[in-house]
């Protein structure tokens, strides 16, 4: 139990574009979904958390309107990185909660991102 | 604030041989903490928590933690590594005390076990 996918697993794109990233809870529904950035070597870093119909609450330095975040529903959010430089690329990692307590985070498989 | 601190960049441990990975931790209140581990090119796996209840937890894979209050240390413990094993670790707080669910990460303990 508690699965998490995110799609794609991985991403190559031309700087100026747009990628959208999607994160899934599989056989649960998630009441909080957050998105970390992990650099080489580093550790996760918290971009933004994401309630489900409610608008995201990014972490100081995040661009929101870079880093846009939707949560549509109780088991899908989605991170679009709009105009896609190379210093954007990083390895994205989802992870969701389930529950009033949402004591656990259950982590997705990441997504690389390659801009060039 | 809330805080979480891993020692040690990496461990060096020979398959068999008991292994430990280092935590401690500073929150205002009462802590939430739990250990994941990370394979490469990988998401983060969850291996344990502690909530509340008896300070030795026992989670996935043959890793243990012990909670320690008065040390504030939750370090995590295996027995008898195994090659497998080897991966980069993290320890992550949450304060009990806030209705933020934000997990604070430590900087990563990457493991190797040697056969």
């Known amino acids: 139990g508690a699965v998490v996918s995110q799609h794609p697993s991985w991403v190559i794109c031309k700087s100026g574009t747009s990628v959208k990233i999607e994160c899934r809870s599989l056989d649960f529904q998630a009441t909080t979904m957050f998105w970390y950035r992990q650099f080489p070597k580093q550790s996760l870093m918290l971009m933004a958390t994401?309630?489900?119909?409610?608008?995201?609450?990014?972490e100081q330095g995040v661009e929101k309107d870079k880093f846009l975040i939707n949560h549509a529903s109780l088991t899908l959010s989605t991170l679009t990185v709009t105009s896609a430089h190379p210093e954007d690329s990083s390895f994205y990692i989802c992870?969701?909660?389930?529950?009033?307590?949402?004591?656990?985070?259950?982590f997705g498989p990441g997504t690389r991102l390659l801009v060039l | 604030a809330q805080s979480v601190a891993q020692p040690e960049d990496q461990v060096n441990v020979a398959e068999g041989n008991p292994l430990t990975v280092k935590c401690t931790y500073s929150?205002?209140?009462?802590?939430?903490l739990f250990w994941y581990v990370q394979y490469p090119n990988r998401g983060l796996q969850f291996l344990l928590k502690y909530i509340t209840g008896d300070n030795l937890v026992k989670g996935s894979y043959g890793f243990e933690a012990e909670f320690n209050k008065s040390q504030t240390s939750f370090h995590l413990k295996k027995p008898s590594a195994l090659v497998s094993d080897s991966a980069l670790y993290f320890c992550?707080?949450?304060?009990?005390?806030?209705?933020?669910?934000?997990?604070?990460f430590g900087s990563g303990t990457r493991l190797l076990v040697r056969p």
């Open positions: 929150v205002s209140g009462n802590p939430y």
């Open positions: 992550a707080v949450r304060d009990q005390g806030y209705s933020s669910y934000k997990l604070i």
């Open positions: 992870s969701a909660t389930q529950g009033a307590r949402a004591e656990t985070q259950y």
């Open positions: 994401s309630n489900e119909g409610s608008k995201a609450t990014y």
